[in-house]
């Protein structure tokens, strides 16, 4: 079978390293360029996986058009997430997006519907998706373990988005080092609400079986100097009760060395018992009627195709089927409504209905 060609656009995010990974070790994925204006950025990228001069670019529709991939993967800063979608989509190719959705929820609905025109795939990579103790905890509700979901809690984060490069390589930030990155700046998107939130909010509309809160309330820190937040809060009320969701750029250690705490992942609680589900560990904790006192289970094992983003949209390719679960626009759009909220709860500093 012909191999699937692909092209990283835009190295705004450290993702990129981690997701041309992915494609250089799928066998049945080629990568055929990567583009972006500084190509001091791209030399990790280029030493890593060995790409030709000729496979490198700057200009991206000269990139498209010499190399005519099957799909894209974008990690442009979160407030050009639309730009890019949207200068891609003409080329028919499908689009793999790294998290978050996008900076405001107009703009969600613009690469929807820029996807929907050129009639190819759009998917927003989620990390949290691939960890197996977030992927058993949503077995188990859908086996209904725990009874029906009536809330969610996530806590995550890590040191900041400045101590670690593709491959959690890591580094010590300088003040300038903040000065000049895009996380940092409010209008390109920066912050650990929008780095965050939608990790917590689309993976919670998951758990939640695709349902809406009815309002939101949130609270971010003020940190002098800083024109971001680097903590905030968030609480959504359901039909079932209310869900929170705390997003943190600080947390003491990052979570994929020693846990923090609080531990970053999901705490889940349904009618009939509880689940603890944390980033990167080997077990999650099940309570239930059966068992109150609680009992540590292995989580599962995840095979192809549901191992990492890549094996799964090429999957999706592949097979002519659609995106599901959070990766999927219709999921990431309802988490995308409830970050969208909580930015305008924080600035009005008061409770907000659900913005659609």
């Known amino acids: ?101 996008a900076a405001t929820l107009a703009e969600a609905d613009r690469m929807i519907a820029a996807a929907k025109r050129a009639k190819r795939l759009l998917a927003i990579n989620w990390p949290l998706r691939w960890y197996p103790a977030h992927a058993t905890a949503h077995r188990l509700l859908r086996e209904g373990c725990i009874g029906a979901l009536q809330e969610v809690h996530f806590y995550d984060g890590n040191r900041g988005p400045l101590y670690h490069l593709a491959d959690k390589i890591e580094v010590e930030p300088t003040g300038a080092m903040k000065r000049k990155s895009w996380f940092y700046r409010k209008a390109a998107g920066g912050g650990s609400l929008l780095d965050y939130l939608g990790y917590g909010t689309t993976l919670g509309t998951w758990y939640h079986g695709g349902k809406k809160p009815l309002e939101v309330t949130t609270v971010v820190d003020q940190t002098r ?57 080997p077990t999650i904790r099940i309570q239930t009627r059966a068992n109150v006192r609680g009992v540590d289970v292995p989580v599962d094992v995840l095979r192809v195709p549901e191992q990492d983003p890549i094996q799964y949209f090429v999957h999706c390719i592949r097979e002519g089927r659609p995106v599901e679960g959070p990766l999927s626009p219709k999921i990431a759009r309802v988490g995308q409504q409830i970050v969208d909220s909580a930015r305008l709860s924080a600035r009005l500093g008061k409770t907000v209905k659900l913005i659609d």
């Not at 997701?19 to 001091?40: F, N, Q, S, W, Y």
């Not at 058009?65 to 891609?88: G, K, N, Q, W």
């Not at 009760?241 to 947390?251: D, I, N, Q, V």
């Open 225 to 281: 100097g800083l024109e971001v937040d680097q903590h905030s809060v968030t609480i959504a009320r359901y039909a079932s009760g209310l869900s929170k969701f705390e997003t943190r750029w600080g947390t003491f250690t990052d979570p994929w060395t020693n846990q923090p705490q609080p531990k970053c992942g999901f705490v889940l609680k349904g009618a009939d018992g509880t689940i603890s589900s944390y980033d990167f560990e």
């Open 1 to 101: 079978m012909k191999k699937l060609k692909v092209v990283g656009l835009n190295f705004d995010h450290m993702h990129m390293g981690d997701l041309l990974r992915k494609c250089h070790e799928h066998p049945d994925v080629e990568i055929a360029g990567i583009c972006d204006a500084d190509p001091a950025r791209m030399q990790a990228v280029i030493r890593n996986f060995v790409i030709p001069p000729e496979r490198v670019f700057t200009d991206p529709h000269r990139c498209l058009t010499e190399t005519a991939p099957d799909f894209v993967v974008l990690c442009p800063a979160t407030a050009r997430h639309a730009e890019y979608v949207e200068l891609v989509a003409p080329y028919r190719v499908h689009m793999l997006v790294e998290k978050p959705f």
